[in-house]
């Protein structure tokens, strides 16, 4: 089974610009997360999707957003972005079923706000 | 909120063993993970322990999870090189929003 995509891997925009990442899970993987990685904070949960729906959410500001299509990719979008979101971003997926079940991480993408 | 806690530095000698240690706060977890990260890449999964054990073993890695204490620990046996890395615990707790990780513990292999 091929793993869990990220593309960009990375990007470099300027302040107030928006960005959409997006990720493509594993084959059969129906819920895809969201998590920031930085220095200073760590890995922080943003968002899940399962079935085309956010399923739970994280403590970050509306300007983080997401979506889920049909075939469970799913897209990430920043928009007015700050310096502080220069960040790895992970996605991970999972089947879906239960709450509980194990997720795997891609390799995430890389965002530097100038 | 749930907590997760780990020492940030380890450092071991080649062909001894490792032994990174995580504390948590929700007692409701059901699972507890350990995900290695290496150099620009992002999260490995290595192993995972169900809160009804005491222990998982999985060739060089062994897990102990100290239910009551909420503790965890991840053993490397005959670390190499190879095994230099950040390693992250991390939890689900009874409710679904996401993983809790750890700060994660950097993993320094001396000759």
């Known amino acids: 089974k091929a793993g869990v995509t990220q593309t960009p891997r990375y990007l470099i925009k300027t302040r107030g610009q928006q960005v959409t990442l997006s990720c493509s899970p594993i084959?059969?993987?129906?819920?895809v997360s969201w998590y920031q990685q930085t220095p200073g904070q760590g890995l922080q949960f943003l968002f899940e999707?399962?079935?085309?729906?956010?399923?739970n959410k994280g403590n970050f500001p509306g300007r983080f957003s997401g979506r889920q299509f049909s075939n469970s990719r799913s897209e990430m979008n920043v928009s007015t972005l700050e310096l502080g979101d220069s960040a790895l971003y992970l996605c991970?997926?999972?089947?879906?079923?239960?709450?509980?079940?194990?997720?795997?991480f891609g390799p995430g993408t890389r965002l530097l706000v100038l | 909120g749930e907590d997760v806690e780990q020492s940030l530095f380890l450092s071991v000698r080649e062909g001894d063993s490792s032994v990174i240690n995580c504390t948590y706060t929700?007692?409701?977890?059901?699972?507890l993970y350990w995900y290695k990260q290496e150099p620009g890449a992002g999260l490995q999964l290595l192993t995972y322990?169900?809160?009804?054990?005491d222990m998982k073993q999985d060739q060089r890695l062994t897990v102990l999870l100290n239910k009551k204490d909420k503790h965890l620990s991840l053993r490397i046996a005959d670390t190499q090189t190879g095994d230099s890395a950040i390693y992250f615990c991390?939890?689900?707790?009874?409710?679904?929003?996401?993983?809790?990780f750890g700060k994660g513990t950097h993993l320094i292999i001396q000759p």
């Open positions: 991970a997926t999972s089947q879906g079923r239960t709450a509980q079940e194990t997720q795997y």
């Open positions: 084959s059969g993987h129906r819920s």
């Open positions: 999707y399962f079935s085309e729906t956010q399923r």
């Open positions: 929700d007692s409701s977890s059901t699972y």
């Open positions: 322990i169900f809160s009804n054990m």
């Open positions: 991390a939890e689900r707790g009874g409710g679904a929003d996401g993983l809790t």
